[in-house]
Structures are given as structure tokens and as C-alpha cells.
Antibody, heavy 119, light 112 residues
């Protein structure tokens, strides 16, 4: 079955960067897109962006433009989300989710990666 | 950005009774291809979100038929015909018609 397995929790200093990975199995990686969604403690869901691995094209939420980079490695079926210039407000659980084209719904989710930004 | 507004934000429900959640978008979610990319997700405590419904009314694989979605344009509804204990959690609507994709604030369903 489809599984998305994310990398482990991270603790980062303000101003630094974090890179979270999301390894997919059980499906054809290149046939889908991968989206990243974050959830601050006790808060709702926030869409950050998505990538279409077969095209290498990424779309980002304006809020994160310039700070976030989403990439994908087709050879290892792994997607990455790198967020730079971290601040305390970036403390959140970061999820990857598979996007099922053409209907663009998030059908399978990773387990989440807690990123804590603290001095 | 399209703003998604859910009501209520909290819904205490008696086991076996129905529950209904409304989601309103700030503009029409009808895509230029004619589809409406409105989905519903459930997030149980301590777990990642789980897809329930996509394109307004299509139940995802394995989702019980007590969950149903309806609506059109800017107004959408998720209904649970008979709430069970495992339905406790937060429910989100989400639009993927226009970038950036956006979520509603979430509706917490709890047992009375």
C-alpha cells in the first residue's frame, strides 16, 4: 500500500535552515505530485506548496515564497522541503501528502515531522 | 487567496446522532475545467489528517458511508449520519481549485 515516511524531528536555531524528507513507497512516484502542509501547535493546517516530480515544477504559497524550496528525487522516490531563515513561528509539524491528479486531493499523508525553532 | 470559513467551530454530538459541518468559500470553487476541487479531511487526536471526501461528494477508499459531502459553488456541507466514538477529531475543508490551496479553520467534533 502507499506509504509516505518522513524524516525525524529537528531542533533548529533561529536564522538557520531545515530540510525534511518524505520517502514514498507503494505507488508510482512520478505519477503523482507531493504537497507540504504544516500545522503549528494547537492550530489548523497551512498549505506550503507542491511539486510535480516528473516535471520538476513546484508551486509555493506566497507566504513562503523565497524561504521554501520543494524538490524531488525520482531515483529514490523522495521529496524534500527546505525552509530557511527559520523563526520561532515556524515551530510546527510538517506533513508531506500525495496529490492525486487530476483531482488534486491529498490522499495519503506522511506521519509528520516536528520542527522546533528555539534559541 | 480563497478564504474557507467553517461553521460551527465546535460540535458536541450525542453518539448515534447526526452531525453537519458547513464550509463556505470566499469565491466560487468551480475550476475552469468544470470541476470543483473541494475536499474534506479528518484529523484524529495525535494523527496526521486523513482524506474523507474529494470533489465535493466522492468518498475516498475505505471511508464509511455514514460520511457524505454535498454542495456547489461556494457552499459545501459534510454530514455524518450517525456519529460514532471513532469520529472524534477535527474536520477540515480544503480547496485545490486555485493556488494557494487553502483550508478551513477546522471544526472540532466531540461526544457530549
Amino acid at each position: 500500500q502507499v506509504q509516505l515516511v518522513q524524516s525525524g524531528a529537528e531542533v533548529k536555531k533561529p536564522g538557520s535552515s531545515v530540510k525534511v524528507s518524505c520517502k514514498a513507497s507503494g505507488g508510482t512516484f512520478s505519477s503523482y505530485a507531493i504537497s507540504w502542509v504544516r500545522q503549528a501547535p494547537g492550530q489548523g493546517l497551512e498549505w506550503m506548496g507542491r511539486i510535480i516530480p516528473i516535471l520538476g515544477i513546484a508551486n509555493y504559497a506566497q507566504k513562503f515564497q523565497g524561504r521554501v524550496t520543494i524538490t524531488a528525487d525520482k531515483s529514490t522516490s523522495t521529496a524534500y522541503m527546505e525552509l530557511s531563515s527559520l523563526r520561532s513561528e515556524d515551530t510546527a509539524v510538517y506533513y508531506c501528502a500525495r496529490v492525486a491528479p487530476p483531482s488534486d486531493y491529498l490522499d495519503y499523508w506522511g506521519q509528520g515531522t516536528l520542527v522546533t525553532v528555539s534559541s | 487567496d480563497i478564504v474557507m470559513t467553517q461553521t460551527p467551530l465546535s460540535s458536541p454530538v450525542t453518539l448515534g446522532q447526526p452531525a453537519s459541518i458547513s464550509c463556505r468559500s470566499s469565491q466560487s470553487l468551480v475550476h475552469s475545467d468544470g470541476n470543483t476541487y473541494l475536499s474534506w479531511l479528518q484529523q484524529r487526536p495525535g494523527q496526521p489528517p486523513r482524506l474523507l471526501i474529494y470533489k465535493i461528494s466522492n468518498r475516498f477508499s475505505g471511508v464509511p458511508d455514514r460520511f457524505s459531502g454535498s454542495g456547489a459553488g461556494t457552499d459545501f456541507t459534510l454530514k455524518i449520519s450517525r456519529v460514532e466514538a471513532e469520529d472524534v477529531g477535527v474536520y477540515y475543508c480544503m480547496q485545490a481549485t486555485q493556488f494557494p490551496w487553502t483550508f478551513g479553520q477546522g471544526t472540532k467534533v466531540e461526544i457530549k
